[in-house]
Each structure stands twice: as C-alpha cells, then as structure tokens.
C-alpha cells in the first residue's frame, strides 16, 4: 500500500493575488537546494488518524503555528515516490520569521557514528502563484493549479 500524507496549502490575498505558504526541509542535504524541494507543511499519518487532523497536526509540527478556518478539500496528489498527499487549502496569514519547527535526528556526516539534530524545515516564505510553482516540489504543483481553477 502506498504510504499517505496530509498537508496544508496555507493562502493569502494581497492586493487581488493570491500567495501561497510554503516551508524549506531542513537537514544538510537541502541546504543548498532551492527550486523544486520547497512543500506544503505535510506529513505521513497512520491509518487510525483522520487526514484533516493528520494535516493539522503536521502544520503544527512544522511550523510551531496553529491553523483552523474553512478548510478547502485539494484532489490528491501522487509524487514520484509513489507517496499520495491529501491536502486542504486553507486562508491564513502567519508570519515565515515566527516558524519553530519540530527535530529529527540522523547520522551525520555519513558513516561517522555521530548523531546531530536538525529543524525538519528550516525557513517558510510566501510566494505568488509562479513562484511557488518553481519553488515546490514538482508533484505538489498540481495543488496549486488546482486550487487556483476553483477560484
């Protein structure tokens, strides 16, 4: 079975465009990346957790914020990996400065024994609609398109 993720494509309105909230994985293998490993905050939950709440949890866990409102349902999305991420576009304003996120931890450098903690992401930003497009990962852009077709 496919593994599942749940995340929010958090939106805002300025001056009649839209922008679109999107995080930067931490951890030294992205650190120099940019275009194309941007996300929506996203991640896996285990068949007993309702998706919606999956998205919530996640968001929280990424960013430090809370989020709640008028949730859009997104259609899925399969990335490459095979990996089906439900979303919900929600309208917010949080600011990218104020973002704390969660850690992970890994074996770094590579083969060395020695275990480091990273942020699992980094820094936030919003961005206008062609950006984000280049900013996100590619299997996520479709989230993007779609949210905007039902404007």
Do not use: C
């Not at 990346?33 to 709440?53: F, T």
């Not at 949890?57 to 899925?76: C, M, N, S, Y």
């Not at 699992?120 to 280049?134: N, Y």
């Amino acid at each position: 079975m496919a593994k599942k993720s749940a995340g929010i494509l958090l939106y805002r309105k300025i001056n009649r465009q839209f922008e679109f909230f999107l995080v930067h994985p931490g951890g030294p293998y992205f650190k120099n990346k940019d275009l194309g490993v941007w996300s929506i905050p996203k991640g896996e939950y285990p068949e007993d957790e309702e998706p919606l709440a999956a998205a919530k949890r996640e968001f929280f866990e990424e960013t430090g914020q809370h989020v709640d409102g008028d949730f859009i349902l997104l259609a899925p999305v399969t990335l490459k990996s095979g990996k089906i991420v439900h979303a919900w576009a929600l309208e917010g304003d949080i600011d990218p400065a104020k973002i704390t996120s969660n850690l992970f931890e890994m074996e770094w450098p590579p083969k060395s024994g020695k275990m480091k903690s990273f942020p699992e992401i980094d820094r936030a930003d919003w961005f206008d609609a062609d950006e984000a497009k280049i900013k996100i990962n590619g299997g996520q852009a479709s989230l993007i398109d779609y949210f905007l077709a039902k404007q």
